[in-house]
Structure formats: C-alpha cells, structure tokens
C-alpha cells in the first residue's frame, strides 16, 4: 500500500530560525496594524489567541474561528476590515521576511524523491498561520506548490487542531481519507512533532544534526533520512494505535473535523446526490453518522459506564437509511445533530478510566468484548465513512 509521508516545514523542509524569524514578524504586522491598535497591545492579544489555538479541542472549530473569537472582540477590531488588512499584508510585507530563510536542497530532494515514488507527501506545519503563508514559506524553500504538489499543507483555515495534539495527527490522516498504508512523520521537534506523533502509532524520524547514538528512536540529519525511510515503509505491519484513551480521543474528533473541512467547499447540491445509485450520498453517510452516534453510541456507553449493564444487542443501522428516508431530511439540521451527538459522546468517553477499557461486554453477534474493542470498531467505523466521503467527492466532482 501506498506510504504517506508527513514533512514538517519550518528548520525541516525550510531553515527558519524562529528567534530571529517572530520577532521580525511581530514588528513587520505591528506595523500594518498601528493605524488601528496600539502594536504592543495587538502583539499581548495575539499571543494569547495563539494560546487559544495550540489548546483548542473543539472539533466544530476551526483555529481561525478559535484565533478571531477573542482577538477581534479584544481588540474592538472589525474582523472583516481587518482581515482585508491581513491579507494585504500576507500578500506584501510578510515577503520581508524571506531573507531570513533559506532553501535545505537535501530536503528538496527527498521530497522529489518520495513524490516521483508515487509516495503521499503532506506538509505538516504547526497550522497556526494562513494558508497564504504557509505557502509563502514553501516557495521560499524553493518547493513551490504549483511544482510539488502537496495534497495537504496544513494552516488555520483548514485545520482544528495544532501541534502538540495528537489529534493535530489524526486530523491530517482523516483528510487524507485515513491511508492504510505505512504514515511516517519527519521533523526537528521532539514535543511538536516526534512524541504525538508516535502516540498514534506513526513512525518517526528526528531530524536532528548531532544524533544521540542511544536514544531509542530513529534520527539522523536528512541527508541520512532516505535509507531510513527505505525501511520503514517496507513495514507491511503498519497499524495506528487504539490502545488508549488519548488516542482513541484524537480520532473521534478528527474523523468530524476532517469532514466539515472536506465539505467545506462541496457545492449543496451535490451533497444529495449518489455515484451509484446502490451507493450512499454524503448526507445519508451524514445522516447514518448522526443516527449511529445518537441512537447506537451514546445509549450503548451510558448503559455500559452509568448502568452497569454487561450485554448489548446488535442493530442493524444500515437499513435505516431507507426506514428513515436519509434523502428527504434537512442535511443543515441533520450536520448539526450529528455534530451535537458526536459532542456528548466524547463528553462521554472522556469520563471513562484507564482500568474500565478492558471491562468485559457481552454482544450479541460478536460475543465477550471489552469498551476498548467497542471504541476501536467507532473509530473504525468513522474512518470507513471517511473514506466513503472522499470517494463520493472524487466521483462527483
């Protein structure tokens, strides 16, 4: 199967010192801003709307959303006004800063040579700029998207999460349509990029120019990168982990938030319509989502945690695509209730200990089970519906 390769940008793929970088930064938009805020006081709020980013795990926010709820409003800056100053900016001065960057050849030509594999290639960048910027920074590293390609290169628009969260990880995987392949993450940072990466089972590479020859993880500069690569994707053993509460959490709000950014730009009259008609349109996938979090899940795990009761029975919720006439419901109303159910479910899962994940479950087709195989199959189950997401846009578009 295919590998999917996870590249971090700044001091990976693009030398970038932050030090000097930030504070260059921090003047350059203090200034497009002074007309309207004081730039000491734009910067004190815009540290702390970052904070607000890094720390969000609301799946129905996007960290652009979760960045101007409080900035704007702080500042009494009008968001719209502002914004058409932001990407001016972007757009001009924000080049200014480029000099301070330089191009890794060595990083150039790995990704050249995974892409020219046929291998996924997706820029993981701590999403908390714009995409605008993002792909600044890439054309300063001399990897252009126009010639590379990137499927995905992660920015606040598009993403909920950011790094250190593991779900940041799994939200990428989720976009990607949940590859089942060998995924493979390459950075400088080991809180950012290297240890929630790991979490969820991906393996890792530490790109680090004077390897410590104990530590017990792959490393090396990236020229040393590729014969590592070699021999990690020949791994036919591949599987994320769904092992523990952390990171069963991240999936359960990425498969969500993966699909609101999927559909963001899904014309509404394309959500009804099926690639066959023996197939499901996004909104029954939507509707059925909703229904199997609402009536299946959430009853399913308050009998089990709240009541105590040790058997559960089998519910064919496949046929109520057509008993509950998904084509004919309000998809707004049905994203929202979906959205809702999927909310108290992870209000539910987080409550659950450690020592409950393997409290024994009686099922009626599948026989004794433990609460984490059940968390497993919901996890699994998302990324099916995911995927069958990805392949309705595909064939619609």
């Not at 080049?95 to 046929?118: N, S, Y």
């Not at 590479?205 to 020859?213: G, M, Q």
């Not at 059925?288 to 029975?313: C, E």
């Amino acid at each position: 199967m295919k590998p999917t390769i996870l590249i971090d940008m700044d001091d990976t793929l693009l030398s970038n010192p932050f030090d000097i970088f930030m504070p260059a930064y921090f003047k350059l938009l203090g200034a497009a801003l002074a007309d309207r805020i004081d730039p000491k006081v734009m910067l004190t709020q815009l540290l702390k709307s970052t904070e607000d980013m890094i720390h969000n795990d609301d799946f129905r926010v996007t960290l652009e959303d979760k960045f101007a709820e409080h900035f704007f409003p702080a500042l009494n800056l009008d968001r719209d006004d502002t914004l058409t100053v932001l990407d001016a900016f972007y757009a001009s001065e924000f080049e200014k800063l480029r000099p301070i960057t330089a191009p890794r050849p060595e990083a150039i030509a790995l990704v050249r040579t995974c892409q020219q594999r046929g291998y996924t290639v997706a820029v993981a960048t701590n999403p908390l700029f714009p995409r605008t910027a993002m792909l600044s920074r890439l054309r300063w590293g001399e990897l252009p998207l126009s010639v590379y390609a990137f499927p995905i290169v992660t920015a606040y628009e598009s993403f909920h999460f950011a790094k250190p969260n593991p779900a940041y990880y799994a939200e990428i995987l989720a976009q990607l349509g949940w590859p089942e392949g060998p995924v493979l993450m390459i950075g400088n940072s080991l809180s950012d990029d290297i240890f929630p990466a790991a979490s969820l089972g991906i393996k890792t590479y530490y790109l680090n120019n004077t390897p410590e020859k104990e530590a017990p993880l792959a490393q090396g500069t990236l020229s040393e990168c590729l014969p590592w690569l070699d021999s990690a994707v020949k791994d036919n053993h591949f599987s994320l982990n769904y092992n523990d509460l952390p990171s069963i959490l991240a999936y359960l709000r990425a498969s969500p938030a993966a699909i609101q950014t999927l559909l963001s730009t899904c014309p509404e009259m394309l959500l009804n319509q099926r690639p066959q008609e023996n197939e499901w349109s996004i909104q029954e996938v939507i509707c059925h989502l909703r229904d199997v979090d609402g009536d299946v899940n959430l009853p399913r795990f308050t009998a089990i945690l709240q009541q105590g009761k040790s058997f559960i029975p089998a519910i064919d919720t496949d046929a109520w695509a057509t008993e509950r006439d998904y084509r004919s419901q309000s998809y707004p109303h049905a994203w929202q209730e979906y959205l809702s159910n999927r909310k108290q479910l992870i209000d539910l899962v987080v409550t659950i200990q450690p020592a409950d994940l393997q409290k024994s479950v009686n099922h009626s087709v599948f026989g004794p089970t433990t609460v984490a195989e059940l968390l497993k199959f919901i996890v699994i189950h998302d990324q099916n519906h995911v995927r069958q997401v990805k392949a309705n846009l595909a064939a619609l578009s």
